[in-house]
C-alpha cells in the first residue's frame, strides 16, 4: 500500500503544473484530477425572488467537490425535504431547485428564506439566503371616481395609488386615446404615481385623465378608472405665492444606500407657476453628479457615494414670494468586502490564518462558521482561536483539520456571506514556471522574475545571480511571497542569468530566468493639444528614438485607444512615422490622440487632446407655459456649446401684425439659462425661435414654438410723441406717433383728443382714427393743453398726459436793445443786448443774429477814406435765448458798425439800431515782400512792402541780420547788427559783409503794441531772387516776322526788370538789344524779325555792380511768307448782308424809344427809377430832346417839348417823391463780397454826407436800365 501510494502521488505531481498558484486570491484553486477537493460554490440563489401566479422559479446551487457532494435545504432555519414539496422539485447531481406554481400550487405556500449545502468528507459549504415573495396578480379595486371641479388657477393632484408591489411599477398618464398628457413645469408626476397641478387652465379640461400602470414581472398593465377634471373660468386672476405639494413641512430626512440610487422630489403648486431651483448646502458650486429631472421637480442622485452625505434645500419661487424645504440625507451601507477569506492548501504541522473583513453603515457584526456550524456552538479546542481583529488561527493544522469555513457580515441593511476552505495535505515542491523564461526590461525600470512554486509544506525560495550570489544581498532585489524576484533600477549590467531554486522538507528544485536589458524607447517629439474650428486640417507630430539593437520597432497611432488603421475613412487621416494629419474635421473628430511606441521590452504612448470647437449647435424641444396676463415662460432643451460655452440665448418671436415669417428680436438671456419670461400684447398670434451664440459664431435658429394666441384687451399705453405746433398765425396742429399694431390690442383703434388754451377749464375734444387734427381759428402763437388718449372696443387706454403746444406764429416784431458792446482785446469784443418786448416776438425765439462790417482804419473817421476792398464784415447766428456773446475774428485798429435781429420758427425780425465801436492797434502782420539785391561782394540791398495788415500806425521797421552758421534766435550770441528804420522806408543798403559767408535777415514792423511777424529771408536765396520772379518762360506764339515770349510771376514776388536780347542764328549776327520788360507784364513780342531764318533769344537781368545774368535763353524760328488766301469779308455780298442787319437793328432800337415816350403817365415807382436814372447817367447823348445837366446847380428846368426828356426833371410829371424825402441821399453799404447790408443814412438834405472815395456807394454810379 505505501507503494502505491506514493506512485500515484508521484503521477499526480506531473499533472500539477497545470495548476495556477496564488495567482488571483479570487479564483478558487484548480486542484490535480485526482486529488480530494473541498465544495465549493459555482452557482448561489438570489437574493429575493418576486414570484406571480403562474410563474416558475429557480433557486440555484451548484457547486463543486471530491468525493460527490451532498446538497440539502432549508427554509426559514429549518431542514426541508425538497422531494416531499408538491411543485417543488430538485434537479439531478445538484442541489438547484425548480418551484412551479400553476396546477393547483399556491405561490403563496413558498414564501419564506432558504438557504442551500453543499457537503463532502472534506467539509460543507453554505450558500447565501435566498427571500422568496410570492404575489397574486395586481388589480385595482372597483371604484367609482367623482368628477374634480376647480376653478382656473386653482391647483389640483389627480391621484394613482397604485397596487403595492415589492417591484416597483413604471405609471403613465394617458387619455382614452391612448395619447400621454404632456408634462411641463406646471404639470408633473411624481414618484408616487400622483399628477400635480401647480395651477390649472382652461384647456386642462378633460374627461379622461386615466393611470397606466406596467409590473414588469408579471408583465401585465392595469388602468385606473378614467378621471373628469372641470375646470371653470374665474373673473378674477389672483396670484398666488408657492406652496409645497410633495413633500410637506419644511424639512425632512432621508437615508441613502451606498451605490443605489436617491431621488429627492419638490412639487410646488402657485400663480403664476414657480420656478425650482436646488442648492447643495455647504458647498459653492453643486457637485456634477447631480442630475435635475421633472422640469427641476426631482433631484436624482445616481449610484450614491459618501460624499453625497449632507443637506440639500429646494427653492421654489415666484414674483410673489418664495418657500424652501430641506432635505438631510445620511449615506449608509449595506454590508461590502474589505478583505475576504481565502481558499488554501497547507502541509502538515503549518500555521494558518483566516482573514475576513468587511465595512458598513451601521457597523456589520461578523460571525464566523465552520462546515456551516456557528463558531459559539463548536467545541473548544486550543488549536483554534479568534484574533482580536476577528481573524481566525490554526495552529499546526494536520489533514483532519480539512474543513469549510464560512465568514459573514450583517448589517440592518444586508449580509454576505463568504466560503473558504484550508486543505492539509503533503506534497513535494514544484517550480510552475517554465525554466529559461526570458525576461525583456528596459534601463531604470522595474522587472518580476517569476518563481511559482506548489508544495505542502508550502517551498521556501532562494534566488541566484549569474555567478551564484544570493540576489538579495542587492539592495534593489526582493522577493515576494508567491517565490517572484523583483529588481528594481535596472541596469545594462544585470543583463544575464537568475536561478531560482524552490525546496521543503521532501525535495528541492530550481530553474533559470534570462534577463535581457535594453536603453528604453523615447518619444522625443510627442503631440500637443489643439483646439480648432470644424472644416480645418490639424497634424499632430511624434518623433521616437529607440534602442538600435532591437530588432522589431512599431509606431502607432490611436485615437480613444483604438487603432487608427482599423477606423477606416482612409481620407481622412494621413499619417508616418512622425506625423498624424486629419483633415476636414467635424465635431466627431474630436478625442485623444495618441502615439504609440511599441517594442517587446517597452512601450511609449504619449497623447494629446483634439477639441474641435464652433458655434453651439440649434436650441431645440421649445415649450410654452402660461404665467398670468398676457406673460408667459418659453423653455428649450440647451444647444451643444460644441466646446465653447454659450455666452446667451436670443429669443425671437412672429407675431400676426407684423407679417408672416417677420422675426423680431424679443429679449436675450444667459447662456446658463435655458428659459425666458416673455411679456406679450393682447389680440396677437405668437411664434417663439431661439438661438444659442458663442464666441465663435450663432447657431441656426430653432425651429418655430407652436402658436399661441392672446385675448384682446383695452389698450396698454397712449399714442408718443404729442405735439401741438401752428403752420399758421391762427391754427394749430396736434400730431403724435400713433400705436403700431402691435399695441391695439384689438382689432381697431381710435384717438381721443382734447385741447384748451392754458388756464382754461372746458376741454374741446374730438375723435379721430388716424392723426393730426388742426385746430383754427386760434389767437397768434398762445399756449394750449393737449391729451391724446387711445381707445378701442375693450376699453380705454391708461389717463393720457398733458403735453403743452402753441397755436402758429408769425415773423417777429421785436428788436434787441439795451446793446452793449465790450472791447476785450484787439480781435474780440464782448456782446450783450435786452429784448424788452419778448410778447413781439410772436413765437420760440430760435435766436439772435449780429451783422458786423468794417468802415475802415480807426484813424479815418471820415467815410470818404474808406475803401471798399478795406470792408470787412460778417454775420453772427446765436442759436437759442441766450443774451451774451463773444465775437472773435475782428481786425485790430478798426472801425465797425453792428446791429442785431431776433429769430423764430416763422423767420427774422427787423434789424436794431446800428452801434459802432473800435478795435485798438494790435501788431502788424509781417512785410508783405522782402527781397534784396547784390550791389558788390560785401554789399547788399534790402527792399519791401509794407505790411497788408498794420493792424495800427507802423512805428519803425526792425532790421536785424546774422550769419546762416549761428544760432536761429535772434536774441541770442550770433546777431551781427539790427537796425531802425522809419516806417515810410522802403529800402536799405548793408555794406561791410563778409565775402561768400551766408546771412540770414528778419525784417519786422512796429506799432505800440510791439513788433509783428518777422519775414525771414535767406541769403544763398539772393542770386535766385530774379529767377523767382519767373515761372513756365516759354514761347508763345511765333509768326513771319515776330515771337512772342510768355510767364508767369509767383505771389508775392518783386518787380524785376530785364533786357530781351535776340541774335540771328541764320546770318550769323552779334547779340542785339531789343527792348525791356519787367516781370509784371507777363508776356514780351519781338518785332522786325525777317521770315524763315533762325534767331536765339534770352532774358538778360543787368544788375547794379554791372554783371549780366541769363535769365532764360532759347531758339526760335520765323515762318516762311505765305501766298495770300482770298477773304470773304472782303466781299460785296458779305458787306452787304453785315449793313442790311445794322439797319434792321437801329430800326428796331428807335422804335422802342417812340413807344417809351408814349401816353407821359407813369407810376410812382417808374418816376422814381426815372429820377434815379436822369442822375445816375453821364449827360452826354444829345439823341433825344433835351436834358438837365448835373453841373446846374441843381437847377430845375421844364420840358420844351410835349414829348418829356428821358433824362428831364421827373417833378415835372406831377411828382413831388424823391430819394430826399427819405432822408436825402442813400449811404449803401456792401459787405467784403459786395452784398447789401446798408440803410438809408439819416441825414436831411442835399448835402447830407458826402460820398466816400470808393465809386461803389456813389448814387451817380448806379447804372440805368432801358426797360
Same mark, same amino acid.
Given at each position: 500500500?505505501?507503494?502505491?501510494?506514493?506512485?500515484?502521488?508521484?503521477?499526480?505531481?506531473?499533472?500539477?503544473?497545470?495548476?495556477?498558484?496564488?495567482?488571483?486570491?479570487?479564483?478558487?484553486?484548480?486542484?490535480?484530477?485526482?486529488?480530494?477537493?473541498?465544495?465549493?460554490?459555482?452557482?448561489?440563489?438570489?437574493?429575493e425572488i418576486v414570484v406571480f401566479p403562474t410563474d416558475e422559479v429557480t433557486l440555484k446551487c451548484e457547486a463543486t467537490g471530491k468525493p460527490e457532494l451532498m446538497f440539502r435545504w432549508?427554509?426559514?432555519?429549518?431542514?426541508?425535504?425538497?422531494?416531499?414539496? $408538491?411543485?417543488?422539485?430538485?434537479?439531478?447531481?445538484?442541489?438547484?431547485?425548480?418551484?412551479?406554481?400553476?396546477?393547483?400550487?399556491?405561490?403563496?405556500?413558498?414564501?419564506?428564506?432558504?438557504?442551500?449545502?453543499?457537503?463532502?468528507?472534506?467539509?460543507?459549504?453554505?450558500?447565501?439566503?435566498?427571500?422568496?415573495?410570492?404575489?397574486?396578480?395586481?388589480?385595482?379595486?372597483?371604484?367609482?371616481?367623482?368628477?374634480?371641479?376647480?376653478?382656473?388657477?386653482?391647483?389640483?393632484? !389627480?391621484?394613482?395609488?397604485?397596487?403595492?408591489?415589492?417591484?416597483?411599477?413604471?405609471?403613465?398618464?394617458?387619455?382614452?386615446?391612448?395619447?400621454?398628457?404632456?408634462?411641463?413645469?406646471?404639470?408633473?408626476?411624481?414618484?408616487?404615481?400622483?399628477?400635480?397641478?401647480?395651477?390649472?387652465?382652461?384647456?386642462?379640461?378633460?374627461?379622461?385623465?386615466?393611470?397606466?400602470?406596467?409590473?414588469?414581472?408579471?408583465?401585465?398593465?392595469?388602468?385606473?378608472?378614467?378621471?373628469?377634471?372641470?375646470?371653470?373660468?374665474?373673473?378674477?386672476?389672483?396670484?398666488?405665492?408657492?406652496?409645497?405639494?410633495?413633500?410637506?413641512?419644511?424639512?425632512?430626512?432621508?437615508?441613502?444606500?451606498?451605490?443605489?440610487?436617491?431621488?429627492?422630489?419638490?412639487?410646488?403648486?402657485?400663480?403664476?407657476?414657480?420656478?425650482?431651483?436646488?442648492?447643495?448646502?455647504?458647498?459653492?458650486?453643486?457637485?456634477?453628479?447631480?442630475?435635475?429631472?421633472?422640469?427641476?421637480?426631482?433631484?436624482?442622485?445616481?449610484?450614491?457615494?459618501?460624499?453625497?452625505?449632507?443637506?440639500?434645500?429646494?427653492?421654489?419661487?415666484?414674483?410673489?414670494?418664495?418657500?424652501?424645504?430641506?432635505?438631510?440625507?445620511?449615506?449608509?451601507?449595506?454590508?461590502?468586502?474589505?478583505?475576504?477569506?481565502?481558499?488554501?492548501?497547507?502541509?502538515?504541522?503549518?500555521?494558518?490564518?483566516?482573514?475576513? =473583513?468587511?465595512?458598513?453603515?451601521?457597523?456589520?457584526?461578523?460571525?464566523?462558521?465552520?462546515?456551516?456550524?456557528?463558531?459559539?456552538?463548536?467545541?473548544?479546542?486550543?488549536?483554534?482561536?479568534?484574533?482580536?481583529?476577528?481573524?481566525?488561527?490554526?495552529?499546526?493544522?494536520?489533514?483532519?483539520?480539512?474543513?469549510?469555513?464560512?465568514?459573514?457580515?450583517?448589517?440592518?441593511?444586508?449580509?454576505?456571506?463568504?466560503?473558504?476552505?484550508?486543505?492539509?495535505?503533503?506534497?513535494?515542491?514544484?517550480?510552475?514556471?517554465?525554466?529559461?523564461?526570458?525576461?525583456?526590461?528596459?534601463?531604470?525600470?522595474?522587472?518580476?522574475?517569476?518563481?511559482?512554486?506548489?508544495?505542502?509544506?508550502?517551498?521556501?525560495? =532562494?534566488?541566484?545571480?549569474?555567478?551564484?550570489?544570493?540576489?538579495?544581498?542587492?539592495?534593489?532585489?526582493?522577493?515576494?511571497?508567491?517565490?517572484?524576484?523583483?529588481?528594481?533600477?535596472?541596469?545594462?549590467?544585470?543583463?544575464?542569468?537568475?536561478?531560482?531554486?524552490?525546496?521543503?522538507?521532501?525535495?528541492?528544485?530550481?530553474?533559470?530566468?534570462?534577463?535581457?536589458?535594453?536603453?528604453?524607447?523615447?518619444?522625443?517629439?510627442?503631440?500637443?493639444?489643439?483646439?480648432?474650428?470644424?472644416?480645418?486640417?490639424?497634424?499632430?507630430?511624434?518623433?521616437?528614438?529607440?534602442?538600435?539593437?532591437?530588432?522589431?520597432?512599431?509606431?502607432?497611432?490611436? @485615437?480613444?485607444?483604438?487603432?487608427?488603421?482599423?477606423?477606416?475613412?482612409?481620407? *481622412?487621416?494621413?499619417?508616418?512615422?512622425?506625423?498624424?494629419?486629419?483633415?476636414?474635421?467635424?465635431?466627431?473628430?474630436?478625442?485623444?490622440?495618441?502615439?504609440?511606441?511599441?517594442?517587446?521590452?517597452?512601450?511609449?504612448?504619449?497623447?494629446?487632446?483634439?477639441?474641435?470647437?464652433?458655434?453651439?449647435?440649434?436650441?431645440?424641444?421649445?415649450?410654452?407655459?402660461?404665467?398670468?396676463?398676457?406673460?408667459?415662460?418659453?423653455?428649450?432643451?440647451?444647444?451643444?456649446?460644441?466646446?465653447?460655452?454659450?455666452?446667451?440665448?436670443?429669443?425671437?418671436?412672429?407675431?400676426?401684425?407684423?407679417?408672416?415669417?417677420?422675426?423680431?428680436?424679443?429679449?436675450?438671456?444667459?447662456?446658463?439659462?435655458?428659459?425666458?419670461?416673455?411679456?406679450?400684447?393682447?389680440?396677437?398670434?405668437?411664434?417663439?425661435?431661439?438661438?444659442?451664440?458663442?464666441?465663435?459664431?450663432?447657431?441656426? @435658429?430653432?425651429? $418655430?414654438?407652436?402658436?399661441?394666441?392672446?385675448?384682446?384687451?383695452?389698450?396698454?399705453?397712449?399714442?408718443?410723441?404729442?405735439?401741438?405746433?401752428?403752420?399758421?398765425?391762427?391754427?394749430?396742429?396736434?400730431?403724435?406717433?400713433?400705436?403700431?399694431?402691435?399695441?391695439?390690442?384689438?382689432?381697431?383703434?381710435?384717438?381721443?383728443?382734447?385741447?384748451? !388754451?392754458?388756464?382754461?377749464?372746458?376741454?374741446?375734444?374730438?375723435?379721430?382714427?388716424?392723426?393730426?387734427?388742426?385746430?383754427?381759428?386760434?389767437?397768434?402763437?398762445?399756449?394750449?393743453?393737449?391729451?391724446?388718449?387711445?381707445?378701442?372696443?375693450?376699453? *380705454?387706454?391708461?389717463?393720457?398726459?398733458?403735453?403743452?403746444?402753441?397755436?402758429?406764429?408769425?415773423?417777429?416784431?421785436?428788436?434787441?436793445?439795451?446793446?452793449?458792446?465790450?472791447?476785450?482785446?484787439?480781435?474780440?469784443?464782448?456782446?450783450?443786448?435786452?429784448?424788452?418786448?419778448?410778447?413781439?416776438?410772436?413765437?420760440?425765439?430760435?435766436?439772435? =443774429?449780429?451783422?458786423?462790417?468794417?468802415?475802415?482804419?480807426?484813424?479815418?473817421?471820415?467815410?470818404?477814406?474808406?475803401?471798399?476792398?478795406?470792408?470787412?464784415?460778417?454775420?453772427?447766428?446765436?442759436?437759442?435765448?441766450?443774451?451774451?456773446?463773444?465775437?472773435?475774428?475782428?481786425?485790430?485798429?478798426?472801425?465797425?458798425?453792428?446791429?442785431?435781429?431776433?429769430?423764430?420758427?416763422?423767420?427774422?425780425?427787423?434789424?436794431?439800431?446800428?452801434?459802432?465801436?473800435?478795435?485798438?492797434?494790435?501788431?502788424?502782420?509781417?512785410?508783405?515782400?522782402?527781397?534784396?539785391?547784390?550791389?558788390?561782394?560785401?554789399?547788399?540791398?534790402?527792399?519791401?512792402?509794407?505790411?497788408?495788415?498794420?493792424?495800427?500806425?507802423?512805428?519803425?521797421?526792425?532790421?536785424?541780420?546774422?550769419?546762416?552758421?549761428?544760432?536761429?534766435?535772434?536774441?541770442?550770441?550770433?546777431?551781427?547788427?539790427?537796425?531802425?528804420? $522809419?516806417?515810410?522806408?522802403?529800402?536799405?543798403?548793408?555794406?561791410?559783409?563778409?565775402?561768400?559767408?551766408?546771412?540770414?535777415?528778419?525784417?519786422?514792423?512796429?506799432?505800440?503794441?510791439?513788433?509783428?511777424?518777422?519775414?525771414?529771408?535767406?541769403?544763398?536765396?539772393?542770386?535766385?531772387?530774379?529767377?523767382?520772379?519767373?515761372?513756365?518762360?516759354?514761347?508763345?506764339?511765333?509768326?513771319?516776322?515776330?515771337?512772342?515770349?510768355?510767364?508767369?510771376?509767383?505771389?508775392?514776388?518783386?518787380?524785376?526788370?530785364?533786357?530781351?536780347?535776340?541774335?540771328?542764328?541764320?546770318?550769323?549776327?552779334?547779340?542785339?538789344?531789343?527792348?525791356?520788360?519787367?516781370?509784371?507784364?507777363?508776356?514780351?513780342?519781338?518785332?522786325?524779325?525777317?521770315?524763315?531764318?533762325?534767331?536765339?533769344?534770352?532774358?538778360?537781368?543787368?544788375?547794379?555792380?554791372?554783371?549780366?545774368?541769363?535769365?532764360?535763353?532759347?531758339?526760335?524760328?520765323?515762318?516762311?511768307?505765305?501766298?495770300?488766301?482770298?477773304?470773304?469779308?472782303?466781299?460785296?455780298?458779305?458787306?452787304?448782308?453785315?449793313?442790311?442787319?445794322?439797319?434792321?437793328?437801329?430800326?428796331?432800337?428807335?422804335?422802342?424809344?417812340?413807344?417809351?415816350?408814349?401816353?407821359?403817365?407813369?407810376?410812382?415807382?417808374?418816376?422814381?427809377?426815372?429820377?434815379?436814372?436822369?442822375?445816375?447817367?453821364?449827360?452826354?447823348?444829345?439823341?433825344?430832346?433835351?436834358?438837365?445837366?448835373?453841373?446846374?446847380?441843381?437847377?430845375?428846368?421844364?420840358?420844351?417839348?410835349?414829348?418829356?426828356?428821358?433824362?428831364?426833371?421827373?417833378?415835372?410829371?406831377?411828382?413831388?417823391?424823391?430819394?430826399?424825402?427819405?432822408?436825402?441821399?442813400?449811404?449803401?453799404?456792401?459787405?467784403?463780397?459786395?452784398?447789401?447790408?446798408?440803410?438809408?443814412?439819416?441825414?436831411?438834405?442835399?448835402?447830407?454826407?458826402?460820398?466816400?472815395?470808393?465809386?461803389?456807394?456813389?448814387?451817380?454810379?448806379?447804372?440805368?436800365?432801358?426797360?
Open positions: 500500500m505505501p507503494g502505491k501510494t506514493a506512485s500515484m502521488l508521484s503521477c499526480l505531481l506531473m499533472l500539477w503544473t497545470l495548476v495556477l498558484l496564488l495567482c488571483d486570491p479570487a479564483v478558487s484553486i484548480q486542484l490535480p484530477e485526482g486529488l480530494q477537493q473541498p465544495p465549493e460554490f459555482t452557482e448561489q440563489p438570489e437574493p432549508t427554509k426559514d432555519g429549518l431542514l426541508f425535504d425538497p422531494d416531499s414539496e $408538491p411543485g417543488m422539485m430538485k434537479r439531478n447531481g445538484s442541489g438547484t431547485l425548480v418551484i412551479t406554481t400553476n396546477n393547483g400550487n399556491v405561490a403563496t405556500r413558498f414564501q419564506g428564506v432558504y438557504r442551500c449545502y453543499a457537503s463532502n468528507g472534506l467539509g460543507t459549504a453554505m450558500s447565501t439566503e435566498s427571500r422568496i415573495v410570492a404575489e397574486s396578480a395586481p388589480q385595482w379595486p372597483k371604484e367609482k371616481v367623482a368628477p374634480i371641479v376647480v376653478e382656473e388657477e386653482a391647483s389640483v393632484i !389627480l391621484p394613482c395609488n397604485p397596487p403595492t408591489s415589492a417591484a416597483s411599477p413604471k405609471i403613465y398618464w394617458l387619455n382614452s386615446m391612448i395619447q400621454h398628457f404632456s408634462q411641463n413645469e406646471r404639470v408633473t408626476m411624481g414618484q408616487d404615481g400622483n399628477l400635480y397641478f401647480a395651477n390649472v387652465e382652461i384647456r386642462d379640461s378633460h374627461p379622461d385623465y386615466i393611470c397606466n400602470v406596467h409590473f414588469q414581472g408579471p408583465r401585465i398593465i392595469i388602468q385606473k378608472e378614467p378621471i373628469e377634471l372641470k375646470v371653470y373660468p374665474t373673473n378674477s386672476l389672483v396670484a398666488r405665492r408657492p406652496r409645497l405639494m410633495l413633500p410637506k413641512g419644511t424639512t425632512s430626512s432621508y437615508v441613502a444606500l451606498l451605490g443605489k440610487d436617491l431621488v429627492l422630489e419638490c412639487i410646488v403648486e402657485g400663480f403664476p407657476t414657480p420656478s425650482v431651483e436646488w442648492v447643495q448646502m455647504n458647498r459653492l458650486t453643486p457637485s456634477d453628479r447631480l442630475v435635475f429631472e421633472n422640469f427641476n421637480r426631482t433631484l436624482h442622485i445616481p449610484n450614491v457615494v459618501v460624499e453625497d452625505d449632507g443637506e440639500y434645500q429646494c427653492i421654489a419661487h415666484n414674483k410673489h414670494g418664495t418657500v424652501r424645504h430641506n432635505y438631510y440625507v445620511t449615506v449608509e451601507a449595506a454590508p461590502y468586502w474589505i478583505q475576504k477569506p481565502v481558499s488554501q492548501i497547507y502541509g502538515p504541522g503549518e500555521n494558518v490564518r483566516l482573514d475576513c =473583513k468587511a465595512y458598513g453603515k451601521p457597523k456589520p457584526k461578523m460571525t464566523w462558521r465552520v462546515n456551516g456550524v456557528l463558531w459559539d456552538e463548536l467545541e473548544a479546542d486550543p488549536k483554534r482561536t479568534r484574533n482580536h481583529q476577528g481573524s481566525l488561527i490554526l495552529s499546526k493544522v494536520q489533514p483532519n483539520d480539512t474543513a469549510v469555513f464560512q465568514c459573514e457580515a450583517h448589517n440592518k441593511h444586508g449580509s454576505l456571506l463568504a466560503n473558504a476552505y484550508i486543505h492539509v495535505v503533503r506534497l513535494p515542491a514544484q517550480i510552475l514556471t517554465p525554466n529559461g523564461k526570458e525576461y525583456g526590461v528596459v534601463v531604470n525600470q522595474t522587472v518580476i522574475l517569476d518563481c511559482k512554486t506548489f508544495g505542502a509544506p508550502g517551498p521556501t525560495v =532562494k534566488w541566484f545571480t549569474e555567478d551564484m550570489y544570493p540576489a538579495l544581498e542587492d539592495s534593489r532585489m526582493s522577493e515576494y511571497t508567491n517565490g517572484s524576484l523583483q529588481i528594481e533600477q535596472v541596469q545594462l549590467e544585470d543583463a544575464g542569468n537568475f536561478t531560482c531554486v524552490a525546496e521543503n522538507d521532501q525535495n528541492n528544485i530550481s530553474i533559470i530566468a534570462i534577463l535581457l536589458v535594453k536603453e528604453p524607447t523615447r518619444v522625443e517629439v510627442m503631440p500637443l493639444y489643439i483646439e480648432a474650428k470644424t472644416g480645418y486640417s490639424v497634424t499632430f507630430h511624434c518623433i521616437v528614438q529607440f534602442d538600435k539593437t532591437i530588432p522589431k520597432l512599431s509606431t502607432k497611432w490611436r @485615437r480613444d485607444g483604438r487603432n487608427i488603421e482599423n477606423l477606416g475613412n482612409s481620407d *481622412k487621416y494621413f499619417m508616418n512615422y512622425t506625423s498624424l494629419t486629419i483633415n476636414s474635421l467635424d465635431y466627431s473628430d474630436q478625442g485623444t490622440y495618441s502615439c504609440l511606441a511599441e517594442t517587446r521590452f517597452d512601450s511609449v504612448e504619449k497623447s494629446a487632446r483634439l477639441l474641435v470647437v464652433g458655434k453651439p449647435g440649434p436650441v431645440s424641444d421649445l415649450e410654452l407655459s402660461v404665467q398670468q396676463d398676457w406673460e408667459v415662460k418659453l423653455t428649450w432643451t440647451p444647444a451643444d456649446d460644441h466646446n465653447s460655452p454659450i455666452e446667451k440665448y436670443v429669443v425671437f418671436f412672429e407675431e400676426s401684425f407684423s407679417g408672416p415669417n417677420t422675426w423680431i428680436q424679443a429679449t436675450t438671456v444667459p447662456g446658463n439659462q435655458p428659459w425666458a419670461m416673455l411679456s406679450l400684447s393682447p389680440y396677437g398670434n405668437y411664434r417663439f425661435k431661439v438661438l444659442a451664440k458663442n464666441k465663435h459664431g450663432e447657431s441656426d @435658429r430653432s425651429p $418655430p414654438s407652436r402658436h399661441y394666441e392672446t385675448d384682446p384687451a383695452a389698450p396698454g399705453r397712449n399714442p408718443s410723441d404729442v405735439k401741438g405746433e401752428g403752420s399758421d398765425p391762427n391754427n394749430m396742429i396736434i400730431t403724435w406717433t400713433p400705436l403700431p399694431r402691435i399695441d391695439w390690442n384689438a382689432p381697431h383703434l381710435h384717438y381721443h383728443v382734447q385741447w384748451r !388754451l392754458k388756464d382754461h377749464d372746458s376741454w374741446n375734444e374730438t375723435e379721430v382714427e388716424v392723426p393730426p387734427v388742426v385746430v383754427r381759428g386760434t389767437p397768434v402763437f398762445s399756449p394750449y393743453e393737449i391729451k391724446v388718449q387711445a381707445r378701442n372696443e375693450y376699453g *380705454k387706454g391708461p389717463e393720457p398726459s398733458i403735453f403743452s403746444g402753441y397755436s402758429g406764429e408769425k415773423i417777429p416784431e421785436a428788436v434787441p436793445d439795451g446793446i452793449g458792446i465790450e472791447v476785450i482785446n484787439s480781435t474780440t469784443i464782448k456782446l450783450s443786448w435786452l429784448l424788452s418786448d419778448k410778447e413781439r416776438v410772436w413765437g420760440h425765439i430760435k435766436g439772435f =443774429k449780429v451783422y458786423y462790417l468794417r468802415k475802415g482804419d480807426a484813424d479815418r473817421r471820415s467815410r470818404r477814406h474808406t475803401r471798399s476792398h478795406n470792408h470787412h464784415g460778417g454775420e453772427l447766428l446765436i442759436e437759442g435765448e441766450v443774451y451774451k456773446v463773444r465775437l472773435g475774428g475782428l481786425r485790430p485798429w478798426s472801425m465797425y458798425d453792428l446791429q442785431m435781429t431776433v429769430l423764430n420758427g416763422k423767420g427774422e425780425g427787423p434789424r436794431s439800431e446800428i452801434f459802432s465801436f473800435v478795435t485798438p492797434e494790435g501788431v502788424p502782420s509781417a512785410p508783405e515782400s522782402f527781397h534784396l539785391d547784390y550791389l558788390s561782394d560785401t554789399a547788399l540791398m534790402l527792399e519791401w512792402k509794407p505790411p497788408r495788415f498794420p493792424n495800427g500806425i507802423l512805428r519803425r521797421y526792425v532790421l536785424t541780420y546774422q550769419q546762416v552758421n549761428q544760432t536761429v534766435n535772434v536774441t541770442e550770441v550770433g546777431l551781427i547788427g539790427s537796425i531802425s528804420i $522809419p516806417p515810410d522806408q522802403f529800402r536799405v543798403n548793408l555794406s561791410d559783409l563778409i565775402h561768400q559767408v551766408p546771412y540770414k535777415f528778419y525784417l519786422s514792423a512796429e506799432t505800440t503794441e510791439g513788433q509783428g511777424e518777422s519775414f525771414v529771408l535767406e541769403e544763398h536765396a539772393m542770386r535766385e531772387s530774379v529767377n523767382l520772379s519767373f515761372v513756365n518762360i516759354s514761347l508763345s506764339e511765333t509768326g513771319e516776322n515776330f515771337t512772342t515770349i510768355i510767364w508767369s510771376q509767383p505771389p508775392n514776388q518783386r518787380d524785376v526788370e530785364f533786357a530781351v536780347h535776340v541774335m540771328s542764328k541764320t546770318d550769323k549776327e552779334p547779340w542785339r538789344i531789343v527792348g525791356k520788360a519787367s516781370s509784371s507784364q507777363g508776356s514780351y513780342s519781338i518785332p522786325d524779325l525777317q521770315p524763315g531764318k533762325r534767331y536765339l533769344v534770352r532774358l538778360v537781368k543787368v544788375h547794379r555792380t554791372g554783371d549780366n545774368q541769363t535769365i532764360w535763353e532759347t531758339d526760335v524760328e520765323t515762318e516762311n511768307v505765305a501766298t495770300p488766301s482770298p477773304n470773304f469779308a472782303k466781299e460785296g455780298w458779305f458787306i452787304g448782308f453785315i449793313s442790311a442787319i445794322v439797319l434792321l437793328i437801329l430800326v428796331l432800337v428807335l422804335l422802342c424809344f417812340i413807344k417809351r415816350s408814349k401816353g407821359g403817365k407813369y407810376s410812382v415807382k417808374d418816376k422814381e427809377d426815372t429820377q434815379v436814372d436822369s442822375e445816375a447817367r453821364p449827360m452826354k447823348d444829345e439823341t433825344f430832346g433835351e436834358y438837365r445837366s448835373l453841373e446846374s446847380d441843381n437847377e430845375e428846368k421844364p420840358f420844351t417839348s410835349s414829348q418829356p426828356s428821358l433824362n428831364g426833371d421827373i417833378k415835372a410829371l406831377g411828382s413831388d417823391d424823391s430819394l430826399a424825402d427819405y432822408g436825402g441821399s442813400v449811404d449803401v453799404q456792401f459787405n467784403e463780397d459786395g452784398s447789401f447790408i446798408g440803410q438809408y443814412s439819416g441825414h436831411k438834405g442835399k448835402d447830407g454826407g458826402g460820398n466816400d472815395s470808393s465809386g461803389a456807394t456813389s448814387p451817380t454810379n448806379v447804372a440805368t436800365v432801358l426797360e
